[in-house]
């Protein structure tokens, strides 16, 4: 499938519908998300894991690729949303519902694709880039401007490097209040690491 075209399917992705402040609730742009999915799987990798996968747009966008895709989501209520979305675009994906922090995957993927929450002075966001860098032998994540000190003292604890770091901009709602129409443009990151196994 085309680039472009992945980016029509994922403009399809249903939204929220009440999005949580405290879990970092909002979707990763149709463009950003087919990016991430397009560049993963030409890059070969075919078994991944959408780890917070929300809407499931990363999810859905790596399925429609011919990826085998697990996602995990602690929300009930978005992970809902993805089952739907699943449905409507017509891709199967493994839907695991749990808090990242208990999840113990028993197969091994060849890549994460995340945009985890961004706020990296809690444990919240460091967890889901240990875990990934744990579970994957690469991560496709997005972060915070200033992350990068952190994620390299990580990926050296964890055996992996940086490989690539690209910057985009994405627009957040400047509230949770979805019925305005004020969104904040938001520079942002994109990593991708490699194991160094
Ligand atoms: C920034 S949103 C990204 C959603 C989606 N992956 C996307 O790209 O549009 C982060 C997601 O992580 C989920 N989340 C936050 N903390 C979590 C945790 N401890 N375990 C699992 N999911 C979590 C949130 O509910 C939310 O759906």
New binding site residues.
């Given amino acids: 499938m085309k680039k472009a075209h992945l980016t029509r399917k994922l403009s399809e992705i249903q939204a ?1 519908e009440s999005p ?1 402040v405290e ?6 742009p149709p463009q950003l ?1 087919a990016d991430i999915v397009y560049t993963c799987y030409m890059q070969g990798n075919r078994e991944v894991i ?10 859905v966008g790596a399925a429609l690729m011919g990826m085998n895709v697990t996602a ?4 009930r209520k ?1 992970l809902q949303t993805a089952r739907e979305n699943a449905e409507s675009l017509d891709v199967d994906i493994d839907f695991v519902e ?4 208990n ?1 113990s995957p028993e197969k091994v993927f060849d890549a994460v694709l ?5 706020n990296v002075q809690s444990d ?1 966001g460091l ?2 880039w240990r875990k990934a860098l744990e579970i994957g032998d690469s991560v496709y994540g997005l972060a915070g401007k200033g992350f990068k000190p952190r994620l390299k003292r990580l990926c050296s604890e964890l055996n992996h490097r940086i490989a690539v770091c690209e910057a985009y901009t994405i627009g957040l709602p400047s509230s949770y209040d979805f019925h305005t129409e004020s969104v904040k443009d938001t520079p942002v990151d994109l990593y991708v690491t490699e194991s160094k196994k």
């Fill in positions: 929220f949580r879990l970092e609730q909002y979707q990763t998300a959408d780890l917070g996968t929300g809407t499931g747009i990363i999810a995990v989501e602690v929300d978005a749990k808090d990242v922090s999840y995340m945009n985890p929450p961004f919240e967890l889901f």
